[in-house]
């Protein structure tokens, strides 16, 4: 049996008659730009998230690049992130003119080590003469930004911490963790995205929550920032055709606001879905005698009691000879893939940062390592057993 790993259809069928009724108000109203789904979506996701604000733009992409504007970070800026991620999170401080700072990830969460970022502050950065924090290459350190990879979600408090020593704003790539929970020290549960000062979300379809298309959503606590990034969204304009700032067109439009103001109520019931066929992997991969062999997906804060300490957006493990068994795999119908082959530090476009093989050894690693499995929440027990017993035979092989 073929296991693809992913199809969005047995969910299509789930909301299609919601987001039809929806879409029929929309065609009838013909208003298709930003409009009232659009401002409903943006309130049911503050309430989801539990953040101030929201402001829902055509991608994640354009999320953070809308923040990195309204922020005003650019040429002579840097901002300190992970390589082991998906290429906008660095592509969009690049494109804004500022320099990505790599640190390396935690071998066990893939996502930023506090201990590595305490490093890269401490030490590779240094204070400039009037006084602020500049990377080696002379940038101005304007803000961090952990990305919460997989569905998991980072160590926010440590973060948070060497956040308020340097006194620089946290800007969350949670694109793949709407919804995680992070049980804070503070002994109160947050929502990725809402912890920091800024974060932002991608709808894209293969998303936990995924649009028909591309839309995202930036969040942020303050709102003096929020109108900022809204003046962003819509080529900085504030009343009609005066320009305070040059902006883009990172408008989200109404068509994707109302299929995901039909998906939003599923959203909880899916994440429950994927963490139990995490729990069925784990299952099978002991009763096949192979979870010893591999590395199954940490789960840092299962005992906190929190229902989505983990979201699991993918499940991706570390095998030994990734790619042999990723080629069985794939041979025997089983759709897997590599996220992500390439650390950013060693991709073409960035040569001009210096970086080389080993500078950043965890991500190179996981890079080299991890393989994504299918995990989306209408997959059948059979269908996990299959795709285990597939892994079990591709080890053996
Ligand atoms: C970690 C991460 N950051 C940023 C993005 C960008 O989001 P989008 O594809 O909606 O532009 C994605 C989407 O794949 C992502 O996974």
């Known amino acids: ?62 999320a953070l690049l809308a923040i990195l504007m309204a922020m005003d970070i650019g040429r002579g800026d840097a901002v300190i992130t992970t390589p082991y991620t998906f290429f906008a999170t660095a592509g969009c401080v690049h494109r804004v003119g500022a320099e990505p700072v790599f640190v390396d990830i935690d071998p066990e969460t893939y996502n930023m080590n506090p201990a590595r970022l305490e490093e890269c502050l401490h030490k590779v950065c240094h204070s400039g003469p009037d006084g602020r924090l500049v990377t080696a290459a002379g940038n101005r350190v304007r803000a961090i930004m952990p990305v919460h990879l997989f569905g998991g979600i980072c160590d926010m408090d440590r973060l948070g911490d060497l956040a308020a020593e340097f006194d620089l704003p946290i800007i969350e790539d949670a694109a793949q963790a709407i919804g995680t929970d992070y049980p804070s020290r503070s002994g109160r549960s947050q ?3 809402a912890i920091g000062d800024a974060g932002y979300f991608s709808f894209f379809p293969s998303k936990n929550l995924g649009a028909f298309g591309d839309a995202g959503m930036a969040v942020c606590r303050d709102g003096e920032l929020a109108a900022k990034i809204r003046l962003m969204r819509n080529h900085g304009m504030g009343t009609q055709y005066h320009h305070e700032k040059v902006g883009g067109n990172f408008r989200l439009d109404a068509m994707q606001a109302a299929i995901l103001l039909a998906k939003l109520p599923h959203l909880d019931a899916w994440h429950e879905a994927r963490r139990r066929n995490a729990a069925l992997y784990r299952e099978e991969f002991v009763r096949l005698g192979i ?28 095998v ?53 499995l299918p995990i989306y929440p209408e997959l059948t027990p059979e269908q996990i057993r299959e795709v285990a017993e597939a892994l079990a035979r ?3 092989a």
């Open 291 to 318: 979870d010893a062999r591999i590395t199954l997906p940490s789960e840092p804060h299962a005992a906190s009691g929190l229902k989505n300490h983990h979201i699991y957006h993918q499940y991706v493990l570390r």
């Open 191 to 193: 929502r990725a995205g």
């Open 394 to 396: 591709a080890l053996e």
């Open 1 to 62: 049996m073929a296991v693809p790993l992913l199809d969005l259809r047995p969910q299509y069928a789930r909301v299609e008659a919601d987001v039809r009724r929806r879409l029929d108000a929309l065609f009838e109203s013909q208003q298709f730009i930003l409009g009232p789904p659009v401002a409903e979506l943006e309130q049911a996701i503050c309430d989801y998230v539990g953040c101030g604000h929201a402001v829902g733009v055509s991608s994640g992409t354009d």
């Open 320 to 372: 030994p000879q990734r790619d042999r068994v990723r080629e069985s795999l794939t041979a025997a119908g089983i759709g897997c893939a590599v996220y992500y082959p390439v650390p950013l530090h060693l991709q073409e476009c960035f040569a001009s940062l210096g970086h080389r093989e080993g500078n950043f050894p965890e991500a190179e690693k996981a890079s080299r390592e991890t393989l994504a």
